[in-house]
């Protein structure tokens, strides 16, 4: 969503048909496209799956969840384009960026890296985090699984925390990162 309200002409291609997308949407899985096509794109961005590396999932995760941050980066790199791998701290990255929402002043802190090839963005530094309300709850909303710690649960909360208001469905915000990081990173992209 970032992309988009940064002025970019945004084609979204998902697995899931279960999409809450403004632009337009391809429902494929992205490693069935022809190369060919991925290659007609200025800028590609990747958000695979991340289950494998949070915390959340430490239990059952290296049988349950896919890890295609790899496959994913090869079939970028074979694009010879400019592109952008998003996840959780924890996934094998090369770290290039660490963004969080307190630097873009949102209720959610939402640490999130970004292995960048193609330009070059500035870090920001971090912003030291809010103390706990109290001892059993957080000074953000936590916007995963089931709110975590989080003084909210109800879906208007989470979503003005990460700033989206085009996502309706909790399960689909739990997946999403707050426009304001791929807004900020647009901004460095000059074809």
């Excluded at 899931?16 to 337009?24: A, G, K, R």
Aim: hydrophobic share 35%.
């Amino acid at each position: 969503m970032g992309m988009n309200q940064a002025g970019f002409e945004v084609t979204g291609v998902d697995i899931t048909n279960d999409h809450q997308y403004p632009f337009q949407f391809i429902h494929r899985d992205v490693f069935d496209l022809d190369l060919d096509f991925i290659k007609g794109f200025d800028l590609m961005w990747s958000s695979p799956p991340c289950q494998v590396f949070t915390w959340g999932t430490r239990k059952d995760r290296k049988d349950k969840f896919p890890d295609l941050v790899d496959k994913t980066r090869q079939l970028l790199l074979k694009t010879g384009k400019p592109f952008i791998i998003e996840n959780v701290v924890g996934a094998p990255l090369r770290k290039d960026l660490v963004l969080c929402g307190e630097m873009f002043g949102l209720n959610v802190i939402r640490h999130r890296i970004f292995e960048i090839h193609g330009f070059t963005v500035l870090q920001p530094p971090h912003i030291k985090h809010k103390p706990p309300k109290d001892k059993t709850h957080s000074a953000y909303c936590c916007v995963s699984g089931h709110g975590g710690d989080s003084y909210t649960f109800r879906l208007e909360d989470w979503q003005k925390a990460m700033d989206i208001y085009h996502i309706t469905k909790k399960e689909h915000l739990t997946q999403a990162i707050p426009p304001a990081y791929s807004k900020y990173i647009a901004s460095y992209f000059t074809e």
